[in-house]
């Protein structure tokens, strides 16, 4: 079973920066497709980031040149990386993991962490 713990969320000003991280309990962490999703009030989960286990990367448009989605195999965690956030970044953030292909749709994810709190005040 696969566990995954995000950590990192809290309450930031307009324009400040945050790191979530998102620790999983896998023993081949490196071959996962890992994504980061989120969700706001009242909206449906949205992509926000995903790396493949080969590197590949995509971003949601509203997070491109903020946010950076990184990798340590090592240490079976990944990480988000949000700078120059705004109000509408305001959601809760999910990590999540996939074992084949490639895909930025949630239903392509199979474990998925219980989320942490991103709140970003104007």
């Known amino acids: 079973q696969v566990q995954m713990v995000e950590s990192g969320g809290g309450l930031v000003q307009a324009g400040g920066s945050l790191r979530l991280s998102c620790a999983a309990s896998?023993?081949?962490?490196?071959?996962?497709?890992m994504g980061w999703f989120r969700q706001a009030p009242e909206k449906e989960r949205e992509f926000v980031a995903a790396?493949?286990?080969?590197?590949?990367?995509a971003y949601a448009d509203s997070v491109k040149g903020r946010f950076t989605i990184s990798r340590d195999n090592t240490k079976n965690t990944v990480y988000l990386q949000m700078n120059s956030l705004k109000p509408e970044d305001t959601a809760v953030y999910y990590c999540?993991?996939?074992?084949?292909?490639?895909?930025?749709?949630?239903?392509?994810?199979?474990?998925w962490g219980q989320g942490t709190q991103v709140t970003v005040s104007s």
């Open positions: 896998v023993r081949t962490f490196s071959r996962y497709r």
């Open positions: 999540a993991a996939g074992t084949t292909g490639w895909s930025t749709y949630s239903k392509a994810y199979e474990y």
């Open positions: 790396l493949s286990w080969s590197g590949n990367f």
